[in-house]
């Protein structure tokens, strides 16, 4: 079964940071466009970093976490993870990972063939 299983969430004080990890099963990452979003209460989900599976192909990063989030990934462990600083009360949401079977990112919530359970960030002042 295809299964993409996120962990790391939780409540942080504004400026701190958090780790998000993904776990997949029955794909592998690295033949997969890869994408983070990020639902907060009452607003669309949104994409916070978006990457193609190539080398040469493109990348998204949301203006307001540019600088801030970064991704990375372990292909051994089948596993990518969204290193979240500097954090703010605006970052609180949702966030999921999700995975598209073609090479190019997309930012679309629509484009996605799998979705991780989503795990709650809860940034605090």
């Known amino acids: 079964e295809v299964q993409l299983v996120e962990s790391g969430g939780g409540l942080v004080q504004a400026g701190g940071s958090v780790r998000l990890s993904c776990a997949a099963s029955g794909f592998k990452f690295d033949d997969h466009a890869i994408a983070w979003f990020r639902q907060a209460p009452g607003k669309e989900r949104e994409g916070v970093l978006c990457?193609?599976?190539?080398?040469?192909?493109?990348?998204y990063y949301l203006d307001s976490v540019e600088g801030r989030f970064t991704m990375s990934s372990d292909n051994a462990e089948n596993t990518v993870h969204l290193q979240m600083n500097s954090l703010k009360p605006e970052d609180t949401a949702v966030y999921y990972c999700?995975?598209?079977?073609?090479?190019?990112?997309?930012?679309?919530?629509?484009?996605?063939?799998?979705w991780g359970q989503g795990t709650q960030v809860t940034v605090y002042t």
């Open positions: 990457i193609s599976s190539n080398d040469d192909g493109s990348q």
């Open positions: 999700a995975a598209k079977r073609t090479f190019l990112m997309s930012t679309s919530t629509a484009a996605q063939d799998y």
